[in-house]
């Protein structure tokens, strides 16, 4: 997984698997996130969001789970696809500023 | 599906010339934010705009850095003196709530 300015993993999974990606944040006092989805060469992809009431949220083939606790985020993508392949990175808001960890790249083969 | 839209994709610019890139957000979005993304490292956050006025900026935000909306549907980043630790790609968003952001293409700059 990933944490706030560290260096970038790598994620290798098969086509069809479940992919988890897990970002640590650092400040308790956030209060949104989002998980975003770089692919080479563009920006980043709006994937899904949570708020710091919520502890699960889903989406198509996406879930987003936030451990406040443990100042944890995960993204879970069910049966990944190649088209899936990037770098995923997650985003945690304050006073309306959005700090990004590094990412993780996730790698799909067929 | 309306989306932001970045110009030029690449700039290449002498150091110490002045620089602006252009972007043009999402036309009923009224929060305006660029970022910058060094390669290889992650997205930064520089300035956030909002109803004509910088509402947030970063410490990379400095005297060199501007923005304007001039004409209600660009959003532009001036760099007055660019320097070589400037290239990276340059990332406008746009969004219609306090939150939620779609981000352009962006700007590749490279400065040499």
């Known amino acids: 997984g990933e944490s706030v300015g560290l260096h970038l993993p790598t994620l290798s999974v098969q086509e069809g698997d479940n992919s988890i990606i897990n970002c640590a944040y650092s400040?308790?006092?956030?209060?949104?996130f989002i998980w975003y989805k770089q692919e080479s060469g563009k920006g980043p992809q709006f994937i899904i969001d949570i708020r710091s009431n919520m502890d699960k949220r889903q989406g198509q083939r996406v879930t987003v789970l936030l451990n406040k606790t443990v100042k944890h985020l995960s993204l879970q993508i069910a049966a990944t696809q190649p088209g899936d392949s990037a770098v995923y990175f997650c985003?945690?808001?304050?006073?309306?500023?959005?700090?990004f960890g590094k990412g993780t790249m996730l790698l799909v083969s067929p | 599906e309306p989306e932001v839209t970045q110009t030029p994709s690449h700039q290449v610019t002498q150091m110490g010339q002045e620089v602006i890139l252009r972007c043009v957000p999402i036309s009923n979005h009224l929060y305006f934010y660029w970022y910058r993304q060094i390669l290889g490292q992650k997205v930064e956050f520089l300035v956030s705009f909002y109803n004509n006025e910088i509402s947030e900026k970063s410490e990379i935000f400095d005297d060199q850095f501007s923005v304007e909306r001039p004409d209600g549907s660009n959003f532009t980043l001036k760099i007055r003196s660019t320097k070589l630790e400037d290239s990276a790609m340059y990332f406008c968003?746009?969004?219609?709530?306090?939150?939620?952001?779609?981000f352009g293409p962006g700007t590749r700059l490279t400065v040499l």
């Open positions: 400040n308790s006092a956030s209060d949104y």
């Open positions: 985003a945690e808001n304050l006073d309306s500023t959005l700090t």
């Open positions: 968003a746009s969004g219609d709530a306090y939150n939620e952001q779609f």
